[in-house]
């Protein structure tokens, strides 16, 4: 788990001047389970930071990732880019219908992870391993709805 001194020295390493603003992405991405999106940290650290453009949050992200110190997963049904601070290996596990990311512990994971520098030397600096399904809560509500859905879900299927 990436802590916030991680994250800080790594901007600073990176020649980033570190301010309240970049400090506080920090903070916030070490802090948060839920994987947020860049949109997500802006509209939470904006009230705190009227300064805070968008641009810096993206910035800040993008060093972040080149130094391994975040990661990048896809998208959870959402086509918005969810990050991630917990660097060691783990399994996320994103629904389609509400965008919540969980993390999985895995040992699978961990030992994929040393089976694949063994096997090509590479010093890893991230991966993204996103699982991606329905939540139990989503599941609920669509078997509530699909009566209505059936119809339209067959005729998608079968293009
Ligand atoms: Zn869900
Ligand atoms: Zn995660």
């Not at 991630?84 to 969980?102: F, G, M, Y």
């Not at 994971?109 to 399904?133: F, M, Q």
């Amino acid at each position: 788990m990436s802590n916030l001194t991680t994250l800080t020295s790594a901007l600073q390493k990176a020649g980033m001047r570190l301010t309240p603003q970049r400090t506080a992405i920090c903070e916030l991405l070490v802090k948060s389970p839920d994987h947020p999106t860049a949109a997500a940290i802006y509209e939470t650290l904006k009230p705190h930071f009227s300064s805070l453009s968008l641009a810096t949050v993206y910035n800040t992200l993008d060093t972040l990732i080149g130094l391994g110190a975040v990661n990048a997963l896809g998208h959870a049904g959402d086509d918005k880019v969810h990050y991630d601070a917990d660097t060691e290996p783990h399994v996320n596990l994103a629904c389609l219908s509400c965008s919540r990311i969980v993390d999985i512990p895995s040992e699978h994971i961990t030992h994929l992870d040393s089976e694949i520098t063994t096997a090509t030397g590479y010093k890893l600096l991230g991966a993204r391993v996103l699982y991606y399904g329905l939540c139990p809560a989503c599941q609920k509500k669509q078997s509530k709805t699909s009566k209505n859905s059936e119809v339209f879900s067959s005729a998608s299927r079968t293009k």
